[in-house]
């Protein structure tokens, strides 16, 4: 299936941050996805808060978000239009944004962002398998260390024995 899309994957992996241990993005680079001033993105949330719960959009604490600063590389231009905490949507918010912006850019945008969220579920649901038969094959090679050490000690005892001079039977 082909589809069209206005925004490399990339771009929008780049913009998914964990915060609070949940995978959000955060109102300006959604403004920036979406072709909207920040201050537009808010106010239309603001107007219709009923439709964002505490588990679809939420604002960064002073903590998270002098942390988040910190901790993501911005030039000074770009740290001059953070004064103040931004909103962070989950996955859920950023549908329910589409839903109230209402915009055919939005509505496009948000298909390829569900995409990557989705995306990256199943990426972790894949390396959860990997991770439980690493584990299970960690716990069945458990104890064998010394059995190793042993085979180890019998090759270099049989080594030295190859080395030695042996004596010459018959003529």
């Given amino acids: 299936m082909e589809t ?9 992996l780049s913009k998914i941050y964990m915060i609070r241990g949940q995978k959000v993005m955060v109102d300006r680079d959604l403004a920036e996805l979406f072709r909207v001033e920040t201050r537009v993105l808010k106010q239309t949330v603001r107007r219709n808060l009923s439709r964002f719960p505490e588990d679809f959009m939420f604002q960064m604490s002073k903590e998270e978000f002098e942390n988040w600063r910190s901790q993501n590389v911005m030039s000074k231009e770009d740290k001059k239009g953070l004064r103040h905490s931004p909103f962070c949507f989950t996955e859920q ?13 939005a509505i496009q945008v948000n298909i390829q962002i569900i995409r990557v969220f989705t995306k990256m579920r199943e990426m972790i649901l894949t390396h959860k398998d990997i991770l439980l038969k690493v584990e299970q094959m960690e716990s069945t090679l458990a104890g064998q260390d010394e059995k190793i050490a042993a085979i180890f000690e019998y090759l270099k005892q049989f080594i030295r024995q190859q080395e030695e001079p042996r004596p010459r039977i018959g003529y």
Avoid: A
């Fill in 93 to 105: 918010g950023v549908t329910m944004l589409s839903c109230i912006l209402n915009s055919d850019v």
């Fill in 4 to 12: 069209n899309q206005i925004i490399p994957e990339q771009r929008i």
